[in-house]
């Protein structure tokens, strides 16, 4: 995609926010394209008891990302609804920011299919998502 279309998807992405939830963790666009979208989150807020990063975190990092991809996807008139998501983490961030990267893996009339990989600040992946979006037209209103 161009830089062009990479700065429409990030001001589309930005316009439409990431919802409450999101914010309150602290999340922050880095790139949002069709192809490719990147957000970071930081450590900090984010976890458990014992100072690990949440797998709950990651979980809401990937769903934030893959569901505004699928809806960029989607296009004017239609939204996209999550339907499955399931996590694998593989390794927990203590500190500093990570960064979940989002690809599609189908782009569908009707379903999208998202894999976010979730890294820590020094590239070791932390959590593989998978979420499944289903398309349908938005209510009229």
């Known amino acids: 995609?161009?830089?062009?279309?990479?700065?429409?998807?990030?001001?589309?992405?930005?316009?439409?926010?990431?919802?409450?939830?999101?914010?309150?963790?602290?999340?922050?666009?880095?790139?949002?394209?069709?192809?490719?979208?990147?957000?970071?989150?930081?450590?900090?807020?984010?976890?458990?008891?014992?100072?690990?990063?949440?797998?709950?975190?990651?979980?809401?990092?990937?769903?934030?990302?893959?569901?505004?991809?699928?809806?960029?996807?989607?296009?004017?008139?239609?939204?996209?609804?999550?339907?499955d998501i399931n996590a694998t983490h593989t390794r927990s961030a203590t500190s500093g920011v990570v960064t979940g990267v989002c690809t599609p893996l189908h782009l569908g009339r009707s379903m999208t299919v998202h894999e976010i990989v979730v890294s820590d600040d020094q590239g070791r992946r932390c959590s593989t998502i998978r979420i499944t979006n289903m398309i349908k037209d938005a209510p009229a209103g």
Request: glycine share 16%; hydrophobic share 45%; with cysteine.
């Open 1 to 83: 995609m161009s830089d062009a279309g990479m700065s429409e998807g990030l001001a589309w992405a930005t316009a439409r926010g990431m919802g409450e939830l999101s914010r309150r963790m602290g999340m922050e666009w880095v790139e949002f394209s069709l192809e490719r979208c990147v957000a970071t989150m930081p450590v900090e807020g984010n976890t458990q008891p014992v100072g690990l990063m949440h797998g709950g975190a990651y979980v809401v990092l990937g769903e934030s990302l893959g569901s505004m991809a699928a809806n960029l996807h989607a296009g004017p008139g239609r939204l996209a609804v999550g339907v």
